[in-house]
Each structure stands twice: as C-alpha cells, then as structure tokens.
C-alpha cells in the first residue's frame, strides 16, 4: 500500500495567491482529515470528512480556507488568498474507522512570502 | 490553551539513559494514542490505550493510562539515537485532539 499520498511536498508563494494541496487517501479508508502544524500551535486539525461529506469544519481559520472531497480517491485544501501567517506545514490523514487509528501523510510544507 | 499537556516540550539527553514523558489533561478520553514524527515526515502511530490503568509495552517504550484517563505517560528505557523525533499524543473527544508534543533528542 503506498499510504496517504500529498502533493505538493513543498510551495512556496507569493502572498495573495491561491494555494491548492492535494492529498489522496488510503485505498478503503472512508475517513479523511486535514492537520495544519506550526510550531506555535503544534497539530491543529482543521477539517474532515466521512464518506466524503464534510462532518466538522470547525477548525478551517476563516472564510479563505476551503477544502472539497469530490471522491473516496481524493480531496484538497484550497487558501485564497493566502497570507504569511498560513505557512505551516499541512498533513492529510486517513482513516477507516472515524477517528480511531489515523495514517499521515508527508505533509506539505507551505511557505508565503 | 491546548486541550492536551505535554511534558517536557524539549528533552535531550545521552544514549542509553531512561526518559519519561506526559501527557496530562482536565478531560477524560475514551481512548488516547501515541505517535512518533520524524523531521519531514507525518506522524506514525505507536500505540493505542483504551482502559483506565493499561500498559502497553513496545520494545524499550512502555506507555502507561492513567486510572481517571485523564493522562498518560510514555517510559523509554535505554534511549537510542533513532528514538530521536516528535512524541505526540492524542485524545479522542468528539475528535483526536493533539498536544503540542515533546521533541526529544538523543546523542550517541
């Protein structure tokens, strides 16, 4: 199995532009999770689905950040328009069992300048 | 304030010394995870402790539950370099909640 697969592994952008990070979940997993994690704030989760359908967003920062599971295959974490303070690094996880048990990815590491 | 306490947030100390670390919490979990993350990678789950007062052991790493689960601790016996990495805990609630974690460096 090739795990919780994210792209990209790093972006660097300007502020203003819109980010877009990908993540594409374990084969059968029916749970999927978004993680922002800085230092200050250490793993923060942000979103996650169930069957694809958004169950809490209550951690989603504000109004520019949205995240969308068109598919069991494939979900993303947009920021428009991004701002400094998002740089982070953001892990997708899946899961098969709700919360229990939760597979990471590798992150993507979000820098804007 | 972070729903989850770890403790310490930075330890380093000298391959083949014993280290514990905590995880203390107001709240009680139905269950509380252990994971370990390496530089540049996601976290990994260690263990999972469900029962008030379990122990679980894995290898050179014994976690502990608290009684009241409430809190948890994470014992590592005769420390490695490849111990080296980010423990975190997690505490499920109406979802995992994360501490901040302890970053623990050990020197060959």
């Known amino acids: 199995d090739a795990g919780v697969i994210q792209s990209p592994r790093h972006e660097v952008t300007e502020m203003g532009q819109e980010v877009t990070l990908r993540c594409k979940p374990i084969?059968?997993?029916?749970?999927l999770f978004w993680y922002r994690q800085t230092m200050m704030r250490g793993l923060e989760l942000l979103i996650y689905?169930?069957?694809?359908?958004?169950?809490?967003d209550s951690g989603m920062p504000e109004d520019r950040f949205s995240a969308k599971m068109p598919n069991a295959s494939f979900s993303t974490l947009k920021i428009q328009p991004s701002e400094p303070r998002d740089s982070a690094v953001y892990f997708c996880?899946?899961?098969?069992?709700?919360?229990?048990?939760?597979?990471f990815g590798a992150g993507t590491r979000l820098s804007v300048l | 304030t972070q729903l989850l306490e770890q403790s310490p947030q930075f330890l380093s100390i000298q391959e083949g010394e014993n280290l514990t670390v905590y995880c203390n919490s107001s709240?009680?979990?139905?269950?509380l995870q252990w994971y370990r993350q390496e530089p540049g990678e996601g976290p990994v789950l260690l263990v999972t402790?469900?029962?008030?007062?379990e122990v679980k052991k894995l290898k050179r790493l014994t976690f502990q539950f608290g009684d009241a689960r409430k809190d948890s601790s994470l014992h590592i016996t005769a420390a490695q370099p490849g111990d080296t990495g980010l423990y975190l805990c997690?505490?499920?609630?109406?979802?995992?909640?994360f501490g901040a974690g302890t970053r623990l460096t050990v020197k060959p």
């Open positions: 996880a899946s899961s098969s069992r709700g919360a229990d048990i939760q597979y």
């Open positions: 084969s059968g997993h029916n749970s």
């Open positions: 689905f169930n069957n694809n359908v958004p169950i809490d």
């Open positions: 709240s009680v979990f139905s269950s």
């Open positions: 402790v469900v029962t008030g007062g």
């Open positions: 997690a505490g499920e609630f109406n979802d995992m909640r």
